[in-house]
């Protein structure tokens, strides 16, 4: 039985064909991919993102309890702040990629993927009896409690103050949601409650993530939607939430992530902060940042028109026999018009410019190896000058 | 609605067939383009390939899969739609006309009443 989220009736509704995402029946298009996607880089869409979880952590071990188990400095968060960060075994596999927030004080939310809800809270669990000394936490699997959905594009900052009303009452202390900077993460009220609103998302676009209790993101959904329509907003589901994360070479949970897989390995050593300390994973990926790893993430595009790369199909270098590696996502990018991917190579195969071998079905699909992120946004001539 | 046409012959798998003496154009059907989406890419067989009935032909990718498009009826590839490799969205806005897949020199004429009518077709894809 699959599971749906609060905005589940809104989508059949808008006739949204329906896809299986780890266990959730979830909209994988309306209009199409590719307008979807056009649609987010040149105006707004608005994704259903309540199939993900949100964990909460609180009390007066909170902070030192998260810095041992998440990569990246959780100290360095002011209230109302959030940083991209993983959570690693003590090998230095990733259980989860994820967001997290400081709400206030000592409290904070957890974003994480949606097929790792379980093995999250298992292992903050465990974690955390493994280390009584930090002072009292609570671990709370919140994901029930909370829809979420995500307003993204160039358009939304012209209309979000129209879907969210108001000045924030915590977190970060703005008059309206568009005060807020990246990374930035307020409580707004919506008919009467609190809703956290984060200006993030997973597009490379600008805009903000509203995660609200359960029962109020269906008027959320069609608030935006009715604020937005005149802006170009149109709803857009996980097969161009996909395209779009590629484009900018955002990992995806299962694919570039894995509890096979370092951050080191992934190129994410940016959220990887080794100076502050001991936590889970730190001994292997400080050996791995100084010493090197046995594979590295690069991001490719195809030289030319062709099929595009998918998932496990085998790389090569030019000339060279044996194998270099595997492709861990792959589209067709709707805005180079190109196939584009990502994969895991030797180290010594990833270099920016090298050309680089597909195996389709049999045939070579020549590609060449380019620097992260794969799309760029185009700075409009008419606008400089 | 998907549109059917009531000249043409259809396979269970969503192929269609025109035959014209032995000479038999195959595409795929309106249900199939909308249930595929966007077209980014089609791989078509080789002019010269003898395919059999029922036998996988060509692939179609959008952006989220590739699929096996299936031979509807046996012959020799005479003739592929070219186009196609520059403009795979043919098959999205003209799936009987301009995004036809190949043309086949075909065996027997005779198995095209094997495969499904127009009205047989709407019943199938409902």
Redesign the interface.
């Known amino acids: 039985m699959l599971k749906h989220t609060p905005l589940y009736e809104r989508h059949v509704r808008l006739s949204a064909?329906l896809v299986d995402f780890g266990g959730w029946e979830m909209p994988?298009?309306y209009r199409?991919?590719?307008?979807e996607h056009l649609a987010v880089r040149r105006a707004a869409g608005l994704f259903d993102i309540s199939h993900m979880g949100e964990l909460i952590v609180k009390g007066p071990g909170a902070e030192s309890f998260l810095n041992r188990v998440l990569t990246n400095n959780v100290a360095k968060l002011a209230e109302g702040q959030g940083q991209y960060t993983l959570m690693c075994n003590p090998e230095g596999w990733v259980i989860d990629d994820l967001y997290v927030y400081r709400l206030k004080g000592n409290e904070y939310l957890l974003v994480v993927n949606a097929v790792r809800v379980e093995a999250d809270t298992e292992w903050l669990v465990q974690q955390l009896a493994e280390q009584p000394d930090l002072g009292a936490v609570w671990v709370e699997n919140a994901s029930e409690v909370f829809g979420a959905v995500a307003l993204q594009g160039p358009a939304v900052a012209a209309f979000a103050d129209e879907v969210v009303t108001g000045k924030s009452v915590a977190g970060t202390d703005v008059p309206k949601v568009t005060a807020l900077q990246k990374n930035r993460v307020g409580q707004f009220m919506w008919s009467g409650t609190a809703i956290h609103v984060a200006r993030t998302g997973y597009t490379g676009e600008d805009g903000f993530e509203i995660i609200a209790p359960a029962p109020l993101i269906g008027g959320i959904w069609d608030r935006a939607l009715e604020v937005g329509k005149s802006f170009g907003l149109e709803p857009a589901g996980l097969?161009a939430r996909d395209?779009l994360r590629t484009e900018m070479c955002y990992p995806l949970y299962g694919h570039e992530l894995d509890e096979s897989t370092t951050p080191i390995e992934a190129g994410l050593q940016r959220f990887v902060a080794l100076d502050k300390g001991e936590f889970v994973g730190r001994a292997r990926l400080a050996e791995q940042a100084v010493q090197g790893v046995s594979k590295k993430l690069v991001a490719f595009r195809l030289s030319d028109?062709?099929?595009?790369p998918?998932p496990g199909y085998a790389l090569f270098a030019p000339g060279e026999p044996d194998q270099i590696g595997q492709v861990t996502s792959g589209?067709?990018s709707?805005s180079l018009g190109l196939?584009i991917g990502m994969g895991y190579v030797t180290p010594k195969h990833a270099v920016a410019g090298a050309r680089l071998e597909i195996d389709v079905?049999g045939r070579r699909l020549e590609s060449v190896i380019v620097p992260k992120p794969i799309y760029r946004k185009q700075v409009d001539p008419k606008m400089i000058s | 609605m998907s549109n059917v046409p009531g000249d043409l012959k259809y396979s269970k798998s969503h192929e269609w067939v025109r035959l014209e003496g032995e000479i038999a154009t195959v595409g795929i059907t309106d249900h199939a383009q909308r249930e595929l989406?966007?077209l980014?890419?089609v791989?078509l067989p080789k002019v010269g390939r003898a395919i059999s009935a029922g036998e996988s032909c060509a692939?179609v990718?959008?952006?989220?899969a590739?699929s096996d498009v299936y031979c509807p009826i046996s012959g020799e590839v005479t003739e592929v739609n070219a186009e196609l490799?520059?403009r795979p969205e043919l098959v999205n806005t003209d799936p009987y006309g301009a995004g036809w897949f190949f043309r086949l020199r075909v065996k027997d004429p005779n198995e095209i009443s094997g495969l499904l009518d127009a009205s047989a077709y709407s019943a199938l894809v409902g």
């Open positions: 064909q994988l298009r199409g991919i590719i307008d097969g395209t028109k062709g099929p595009p998918r589209t067709y709707p196939g079905r | 989406t966007s980014v890419f791989e692939v990718e959008s952006v989220k590739a490799a520059n």
